[in-house]
């Protein structure tokens, strides 16, 4: 199956807000093949030019602006880098994937990645590799989840992911810092590559929800059907 969409299909457009990704049920693990998801994420238009974020504290160290990285498209396919692409409220399926650590480090006044993705249960660590203080402060639904201050050379900051949904990150010393935290209760869930692409594998037969969302792009949602013997190909527009 071939699916190519466009802005007024079957998708849901909307600004960057999550929908979370939870079923009324645990999630059960079934063994079995599945079939496969695969596409690319492309920028309809003209690529927007890079702008600069100014730096408004620590600039001997900061600079005094850095490149704005939250919408990144390769010039030559126009793919775009860190769309977060998972099954929506899917039940049942492949095993679950192991619950290693996540990480989240302050580095040269940014956070690195600044997309991060994991299951529930799992550890983040934060760290600040940099000589300036940082301040981790991380909502979810708008509630502070953690906000805790990093000095230089200071320790591992270590806390466990219990809930599935997006989480916000931001620096409140540096409010040109942000970062999100993708947590799923299932093991559908990948993000997008330099150029665009992405892959799902072992996707049970039937009809399922795709969805794709962007820091900035927002989010899509479209309906699809996989079976085990032919790829499922999607490929998708932004804005």
């Not at 590799?129 to 805790?148: K, R």
């Not at 916000?168 to 040109?176: G, M």
């Amino acid at each position: 199956m071939n699916i190519s969409v466009r802005l007024g299909t079957t998708l849901i457009l909307g600004v960057a807000v999550w929908v979370s990704p939870c079923v009324l049920e645990a999630y059960q693990e079934v063994p079995g093949l599945g079939g496969v998801i695969t596409g690319q994420v492309t920028f309809q238009g003209e690529i927007p030019k890079i702008q600069l974020l100014q730096v408004n504290r620590d600039e001997k160290f900061c600079g005094e602006s850095l490149p704005d990285d939250s919408l990144l498209v390769d010039s030559a396919s126009k793919g775009i880098f860190n769309i977060v692409v998972n099954l929506k409220g899917i039940a049942s399926g492949k095993p679950l994937p192991q619950k290693d650590p996540l990480r989240l480090d302050n580095r040269g006044c940014r956070f690195q990645p600044s997309v991060i993705l994991g299951v529930e249960g799992s550890m983040l660590n934060i760290e600040n590799a940099d000589p300036v203080l940082h301040n981790t402060h991380i909502l979810q639904d708008d509630q502070t989840f953690l906000n805790v201050a990093l000095p230089p050379g200071g320790r591992t900051i270590r806390k466990t992911l219990k809930e599935a949904g997006r989480l916000d990150v931001r620096c409140d010393a540096h409010k040109f810092m942000r970062a999100s935290l993708h947590i799923f209760d299932h093991p559908y869930f990948t993000s997008t590559d330099e150029t665009g692409h992405f892959e799902l594998t072992q996707v049970p037969p039937g009809t399922h929800r795709l969805q794709f969302w962007h820091k900035t792009l927002g989010l899509k949602e479209l309906s699809l059907t996989v079976n085990e013997s032919v790829p499922s190909v999607i490929n998708v527009s932004f804005p």
